[in-house]
């Protein structure tokens, strides 16, 4: 197990990273109709700290495998061995999320988070092994998994009060073992820049189709009870140029520009709460489309919330995103603000517009913010250099 070159030319997501990203939105799917059922029922808050935890385990353990394999991806059968038992992981922990929102019991959430997390403290521990130039490195993000995953196993028998604060703190320390790893001396990990990018692409892809996928199951749902009604067809118009919306924004534009490994960290850590925002938006529609059925215990106005808040979230992280590395169409964080606010208020707006009307008049509002990065980025290519 050799470094791979991070200017490799050509480099791509392997079929072996494609299955791991698909075993891995069965658990974000798992998160998301939790909160869906969470909202649903008017448990807003209880459902909202769920799905931030389980959210959590799932993408800490796809990034700290995205980045080591963009570095040691050997893809011998040691390697793809150890990958597939991180998939059997995900599949653990996704059969536990329903324990984790209806009873707040996390044992085998956490059981297959750690046996994760073990599969690729052996990939480091090969790698220590096998590529003297990066030892240093590789065994202190072993040592810095191994002491953290101690932490997630003890804090099962953890009760009343200390589970929150112990949940804050390990969470605290997953975080802290990249940047201790990476910074403390010694050889940083050789990642290549396009391919992390890419990955990160392709999840957000699958991410939305989930969002896709849920929206569409709801809209089925709804159609089968009641038929096609107006406030059925406006929350599926509008939900569905959200998605075609916030695609454009992610990806339009240029590629990410990963200069520096602190900007690398920053940006892939930033994702957390962009690609949580994005599942949470098909829980939003899902949500909406009960409301508009009259089948669930939530007021019109909090379903607009439920759709306006992520939406909301991920236009400013996109902006955030941009002005870090330059990816994405966002020409002008102004317009982009002042598209979150009209989001925003048109998630109060049910009672003006009705929900339907409310969410497609958010479909627009993404896609007239959408047309106005376009045409700003367009304005700035044409400027003289």
Known sequence: MRARDPAEEHRSATPLELLFDLTFVVAVSQAAAQLHH????????DGLIGYAAVFFAVWWAWMNF?????AYDTDDVPYRLLTLLQMAGVLVLAAGVPDAFQDGDFAVVVIGYVLMRFALIAQWLRAAAEHPEGRGTALR???????VQAGWIAR???????APATFVLLVAAELAVPAWAEFRGGRPTTWHPRHIAERYGLFTIIVLGEVILASLTAVQSALSDHG??????LIALGGLLLVFALWWLYFAGGEAELATLRTALTWGYGHYALFAALAALGSGLEAALDVGEHHAHLSEQSAGLAVALPVVAVLLLLGAVHRLTGAGAVGHGLLVSAGALVVLALGFSPALFGLGGAVFAMGLAVAATLA??????????????
């Open 38 to 45: 969470a909202l649903a029922e008017g448990h807003v808050g």
């Open 141 to 147: 993000y072993a040592a810095g998994i191994t002491v």
């Open 156 to 162: 099962l028998w953890t009760t009343g009060g200390w």
């Open 372 to 385: 106005g990065n376009v045409a700003a980025l367009r304005h700035r290519a044409r400027l003289p250099r």
């Open 66 to 70: 995205t980045w080591f394999a963009s």
């Open 228 to 233: 096609l009604s107006a406030t059925v067809l």
